[in-house]
């Protein structure tokens, strides 16, 4: 009896100690769960070299402030910490070339389908020409397994370094969606010699509907913030910004939105992006589920990763209150008249050209960046260059009935001066073609703080471009302001009879909202507004009688 027990336990302990070994050594699907154990033992037995990463080589989940941390019928509850630390000072350089096989012209001659790829130890994961900041973060041959993110790489040294006060556990949410560091070496032995490569493109969205499904937040705060980060691709070291360099999204992946809801009220945000990115698809939770479940290696052939909460970490996130605030770090092409067309457009030209053009069939001309008389298409010809009044007077927040009188009045005595033609218009009485019309043939937006003043992204910059925000006297938002010096527009923000500019490296202090911000009480003067317009149209830009700090 005692033999045949001695016998069973030692066949038994053989099947244990080759179950084990297989875990190791052999090409097997493993749990989230068993992948963090076994990059941790084989480290054991194979030290890596170091480059003042620290022990704990994991980048952990953030959940969003003040949210719940399950996921509910929302989505809403958990935002991901993604690779959100900048260089300690520059730009970070990719630490090899590009891939041979990688041509990101700006067709779509890639397949749009997966395909089978090799894994071997020549494969690593880069960034490519330092298109990385707090939230923002490109990646070439991103890794994914189970949900897991892997960063495949000798040269650790090339990311941004991790800090203490940035790794969180995550409390709630999805298990095991994180970040690893793995060398190559590691590469096949954890995650096998085969993976499927997503070809193209992938803009991966880690933000909930709260914020999305809002025309600024998404346009102006995920959309703007990215592609600035992503435009690095397209910029040499001498500053020469190649446009056509930059492959539009071939997909968008929101992995934890459902059921559409990521679109807003005003049904704005989705149909410009079917204008901006015809060819792009745009997948929720499910899709991102669908990929996790194949339990198999995935491999982003190139990514944008986008996660809002990441992108408050950065230093000048508290200064301004806004997603995009660390993204004026990064060094981009910015508007300048003194450059050849296209460079003087600036980082944005090539989506605004994408969505004027898909969604107008043309472009406007102007006669030059100071005269912004409209040339052509001959439908939209004018005398005199366009100024738009976006009248919110049907909305909560607008301006009292006598100051919007008092701007309507002031702005056509320019008309009748023979300055300006002026466009006098309710957005949210005119179809979405025709909003994008207007602005991209205007030179001047005038309006109270609202989403109307979103659509500063489609008007061309220029010499003469400004955008004038009427705001509750005393009080001051970063929203437009944030969005003008990107676009490359003149910004004034008018409490009542007093215009607010900051030049270029200053900023006001610190944002401010007073009762009457969002009231119906909103007043102004509207011949201090009409003379700042006469400034600027003229090119005098007299500031004697504007607060320019």
């Known amino acids: 009896m005692a033999l045949r027990r001695l016998i069973i336990l030692a066949t038994l302990t053989s099947v244990l100690i080759l179950s084990f070994l297989g875990l190791f050594f052999l090409d097997v699907d493993l749990p989230t769960e068993l992948h963090a154990f076994r990059l941790a033992t084989l480290r054991k037995f194979k030290p890596t070299p170091t480059h003042g990463i620290g022990e704990d080589n994991t980048i952990h989940i953030l959940p969003i402030a003040g949210a719940a941390t399950e996921f509910d ?157 992503y435009s690095r691709v397209g910029l040499d070291p001498d500053g020469t910004f190649h446009p ?48 996790i479940r194949l ?49 003087h457009e600036g980082f944005w030209s090539p989506l605004r050209k994408s969505l004027t053009l898909n969604l107008l069939g043309y472009l406007p001309t102007f006669v030059s960046l100071t005269n912004r008389t409209v040339l052509s ?52 009485h005119v179809g979405l073609r025709e909003q994008v019309r207007l602005v991209a043939r205007s030179a001047i937006i005038v309006g109270v703080h609202g989403n109307g003043l979103t659509h500063q992204l489609w008007m061309p910059p220029s010499e003469r471009s400004t955008v004038i925000e009427i705001v509750y006297p005393g009080s001051y938002d970063f929203d437009y302001e944030m969005l003008a010096r990107n676009m490359g527009h003149k910004h004034y923000i008018v409490w009542n009879d007093t215009l607010i500019t900051y030049p270029k490296g200053t900023y006001h202090k610190g944002v401010q909202i007073l009762e009457g911000f969002h009231s119906p009480r909103i007043y102004v003067h509207g011949p201090a507004v009409a003379r700042k317009i006469k400034e600027r149209l003229l090119g005098i830009d007299d500031d004697a009688g504007t607060l320019d700090v």
Not at 265 to 285: N, T, W
Not at 410 to 428: F, P
């Open 73 to 229: 019928d929302e989505i809403e509850g958990t935002l991901k910490d993604i690779l959100s630390h900048p260089p300690p000072s520059g730009p970070i350089a990719d630490p090899r070339p590009e891939p041979a096989d990688q041509n990101w012209g700006s067709d779509h001659g890639l397949s749009d389908t997966s395909s089978s790829v090799s894994l071997t130890s020549s494969f690593e994961t880069t960034i490519p020409n330092g298109a990385i900041i707090h939230g923002f973060s490109v990646f070439d041959n991103l890794v994914m397994h189970d949900g897991m993110f892997y960063i495949v790489t000798h040269n650790r040294s090339a990311f941004p370094a991790l800090r203490e006060d940035l790794v969180w556990q995550v409390e709630g949410g999805l298990d095991g969606e994180d970040f690893q560091f793995i060398t190559p070496d590691e590469l096949v032995p954890l995650l096998g010699s085969s993976a499927i490569r997503v070809t193209g493109f992938s803009w991966i969205m880690y933000d909930v509907s709260q914020f999305m499904a809002h025309y600024y937040h998404w346009w102006g705060e995920i959309i703007l913030g990215g592609w600035r980060v």
């Open 244 to 291: 056509e360099r930059l492959r539009l999204p071939d997909r968008f992946l929101l992995p934890i939105v459902v059921d559409g809801k990521w679109r807003d009220k005003s049904r704005v945000v989705g149909p410009l992006m079917r204008a901006a990115f015809p060819q792009a698809a745009i997948e929720e939770r499910d899709h991102w589920l669908d990929l």
């Open 295 to 343: 339990n198999s290696t995935i491999v982003f052939q190139r990514s944008l990763i986008t996660n809002r909460r990441a992108a408050h970490r950065h230093r000048w996130g508290g200064r301004w209150g806004k997603m995009v605030a660390g993204t004026q770090e990064v060094e981009v092409a910015e508007y300048d008249s003194s450059s050849p067309s296209p460079d």
């Open 377 to 428: 298409p001959s439908s939209d010809q004018s005398d005199k260059p366009v100024v738009t009044y976006i009248d919110r007077q049907g909305t909560g927040r607008r301006l009292t009935e006598e100051s919007h009188t008092s701007i309507v009045e002031a702005l056509e005595l320019l008309e009748k001066e023979g300055l300006c033609e002026v466009q006098i218009v309710k957005m949210e």
